[in-house]
């Protein structure tokens, strides 16, 4: 595979059990969050989205709740499968940046044990 | 449905040399994107195109030229190839640059410069 994510911290967990991913964001001003899955060799996978105007919102087994307060954010996963193993990133919607783009965090590998 | 298809999925290039990386979407999106990713760092914005007609810099713009031919197609040149510019390239695409949508990613290029 790619050399993508040589450095980046690693969550293991066993199969089955629930994964939390965290999430640090910069900018107070952003006001939409993106949570991206990606697999070796491929692209950026949405996975669930939330506006500042919420504090969780759910999907099929992933979860994403938004602290404005301290600018953080996390991905939850239940019952974590094998499938689940790739590298995860949030990104936010900034309005200065680049004519309101994302920035994206570095990302976390999540490694699912047998 | 395609979503965003890039061209080429490798390319080995010398220092010095040229080339062009083609990305094409189909979701009528309005909004075109170039990123490079470098292992251990998020996302890097390279060039956007808000609007069919219209182009910008990103965040790491040196080294690089862009071109929205037309909604659907939006490529990246490299006009004189350096070792720096090693990287993975992925191109998306989003309804608008001020929508609150998620973007959607290609599979990327993987870019060797010796």
């Known amino acids: 595979g790619e050399s993508v994510g040589l450095h980046l911290p690693t969550l293991s967990v066993q199969e089955g059990d629930n994964s939390i991913i965290n999430c640090a964001y910069s900018n107070s001003a952003s006001d939409y969050f993106i949570w991206y899955k990606q697999e070796s060799g491929k692209g950026p996978q949405f996975i669930i989205d939330i506006r500042s105007n919420m504090d969780k919102r759910q999907g099929q087994r992933v979860t994403v709740l938004l602290n404005k307060t301290v600018k953080h954010l996390s991905l939850q996963i239940a019952a974590t499968q094998p499938g689940d193993s790739a590298v995860y990133f949030c990104a936010e919607n900034s309005p200065k940046n680049y004519g309101q783009n994302f920035v994206f965090g570095p990302g976390t590998r999540l490694s699912v044990l047998p | 449905n395609a979503g965003v298809t890039q061209t080429p999925k490798f390319q080995v290039l010398k220092t010095g040399q040229s080339m062009t990386l083609q990305c094409a979407q189909d979701?009528?999106?309005?909004?075109m994107y170039w990123y490079r990713q470098d292992p251990g760092m998020g996302l890097r914005l390279i060039y956007y195109?808000?609007?069919?007609?219209?182009?910008d810099k990103g965040e790491v713009p040196n080294g690089y030229n862009v071109s929205r031919l037309n909604k659907r197609e939006f490529s990246l040149r490299l006009e004189s190839a350096a070792p720096s510019q090693t990287s993975v390239y992925f191109c998306?695409?989003?309804?608008?640059?001020?929508?609150?949508?998620?973007?959607?990613f290609g599979d990327g290029t993987r870019l060797s410069i010796l």
């Open positions: 998306a695409s989003r309804i608008g640059q001020e929508s609150n949508q998620p973007q959607h």
């Open positions: 979701m009528n999106h309005n909004s």
């Open positions: 195109s808000a609007s069919e007609g219209t182009t």
